[in-house]
T-cell receptor, first 113, second 112 residues
Framework: NAGVTQTPKFQVLKTGQSMTLQCAQD?????MSWYRQDPGMGLRLIHY???????DQGEVPNGYNVSRSTTEDFPLRLLSAAPSQTSVYFC????????????FGPGTRLTVT | DQQVKQNSPSLSVQEGRISILNCDYT??????FLWYKKYPAEGPTFLIS?????DKNEDGRFTVFLNKSAKHLSLHIVPSQPGDSAVYFC???????????FGTGTRLTIIP
């Protein structure tokens, strides 16, 4: 099992550009989520999905879109990048059947100039 | 409104001693609490959890204590080892769904 994988590891964007952060898991988990980590702010939930075809907003959804067409994949789209979106992004998944334990990917460090 | 708070941004402890990391929460509907450990340039990894029906859970050197009346939980690491140096996040969940609310983290440094 590869667990939760994220690509790319690093990305630099110019203001106004768009891009997609990829996330995939091979554990057949129904629940997936995206977080951003900023200094002094902890991990904040951007969007989450409880299964294929179902997504919902988290704490800080503005400027981001998600879709969930398969159980395995949960991409995060930045529509028009802003410097405030400079952050480290983590994708996570959980089976949701027995505990709240979430498995995290290695993260994507995004810089918007 | 920060529902899960870790008021100590950093903590230094001598190797072999006990490390105590604290976490406070405000929402009494949380019914499940977790601790995650994070090394630089890696994703957080699950460490230990506790449900609201318990007041203590142990796993090797790690023990989590929950005081529901005070809305406070703590993570004890005994004995502390250099490999324990990391950022520790407290998280809370509940309401019948899988959403977690994280604290801001405490950077633990173990001094050899």
């Amino acid at each position: 099992n590869a667990g939760v994988t994220q690509t790319p590891k690093f990305q630099v964007l110019k203001t106004g550009q768009s891009m997609t952060l990829q996330c995939a898991q091979d554990m057949n988990h129904e629940y997936m989520s995206w977080y951003r980590q900023d200094p002094g702010m902890g991990l904040r939930l951007i969007h989450y999905s409880v299964g294929a075809g179902i997504t919902d907003q988290g704490e800080v959804p503005n400027g981001y879109n998600v879709s969930r067409s398969t159980t395995e994949d949960f991409p995060l789209r930045l529509l028009s990048a802003a410097p405030s979106q400079t952050s480290v992004y983590f994708c996570a998944s959980t089976s949701g059947t027995s505990s709240y334990e979430q498995y995290f990917g290695p993260g994507t460090r995004l810089t918007v100039t | 409104d920060q529902q899960v708070k870790q008021n100590s941004p950093s903590l230094s402890v001598q190797e072999g001693r006990i490390s105590i990391l604290n976490c406070d929460y405000t929402n009494s509907m949380f019914d499940y609490f977790l601790w995650y450990k994070k090394y630089p340039a890696e994703g957080p990894t699950f460490l230990i959890s506790i449900s609201s029906i318990k007041d203590k859970n142990e796993d090797g050197r790690f023990t989590v204590f929950l005081n529901k009346s005070a809305k406070h939980l703590s993570l004890h690491i005994v004995p502390s080892q250099p490999g324990d140096s990391a950022v520790y996040f407290c998280a809370a969940g509940g309401f019948g769904n899988e959403k977690l609310t994280f604290g801001t983290g405490t950077r633990l440094t173990i001094i050899p």
